[in-house]
């Protein structure tokens, strides 16, 4: 089955500063990579998500970029500000094992602290 | 509109005993998930529904968790002879199951249940 790996656990910067974190994945079949956003004792929340087709997509402060061929993918947040302190985790889905649905695997999350 | 909801927020409960978590998940969604999240951890996936049938249940630990969607929308995640290392956030999410090009299938998720057993 998938496997992702995600790095690094924690992570603090600067306000104003850059983050990024890196998921790997096992199966070249995966095509569709969400991140999510989990504050605590919330649930996640989709922010930014990418399919296999494409190699980058930005919306705002957040992009995700792809690289097909070495299995991984990673989450930009420019501008950090307080708020997008967080536990953000990567996930990653292959539709063969459950048709059109997306049965997600997720990666162990990584702690992000934005340091006013 | 509503969110996915699920019913309890909190669970204590003792080793042994039997348990039932409930999600209510958006209304028109097809698919719906159970996922199991511990702490310091990523969810991990239980089943999938799609409809009323359990369409993949390979996450599922044993045979002491079951669950089921009767009518295609509620589902009820049962675990029976509760054990401490059962206890955790347990997850429900739900999506649209459109096809076709460009599709994503959004999954939403609810607040969670926390299972403590003690």
């Known amino acids: 089955g998938e496997n992702v790996e995600q790095h690094p656990s924690t992570l603090s910067v600067q306000e104003g500063d850059s983050a990024v974190i890196k998921c790997t994945y096992s199966d070249s079949a995966s095509n569709y990579f969400p991140w999510y956003k989990q504050e605590l004792g919330k649930r996640p929340q989709l922010i930014i998500d990418i399919r296999s087709n494409v190699g980058e997509k930005k919306d705002q402060r957040i992009a995700v970029t792809l690289n097909k061929t070495a299995k991984h993918f990673s989450l930009h947040i420019t501008e950090t500000q307080p708020e997008d302190s967080a536990v953000y985790f990567c996930a990653a889905s292959n539709p063969l094992n459950s048709g059109s649905a997306r049965q997600l695997t997720f990666g162990s999350g990584t702690q992000l602290t934005v340091l006013p | 509109g509503a969110g996915v909801s699920q019913t309890p927020s909190n669970k204590v409960t003792e ?94 998720f609810g607040p969670g249940t926390r299972l403590t057993v003690l």
């Open chain 2, 15 to 108: 080793k042994g005993k039997y348990v039932e978590l409930r999600c209510d998940p958006i209304s028109g969604h097809t698919a719906l998930y159970w996922y199991r999240q511990s702490l310091g951890q990523g969810p991990e996936f239980l089943i999938y529904f799609q409809g009323t049938g359990a369409a993949d249940d390979s996450g599922l630990p044993n045979d002491r968790f079951f669950a089921v969607r009767p009518e295609g929308s509620v589902s009820t995640l049962k675990i029976q002879r509760t054990e401490r290392g059962d206890s955790a956030v347990y997850l429900c999410a739900s999506s649209l199951t459109l096809t076709g090009a460009g599709t994503n299938n959004e999954q939403f």
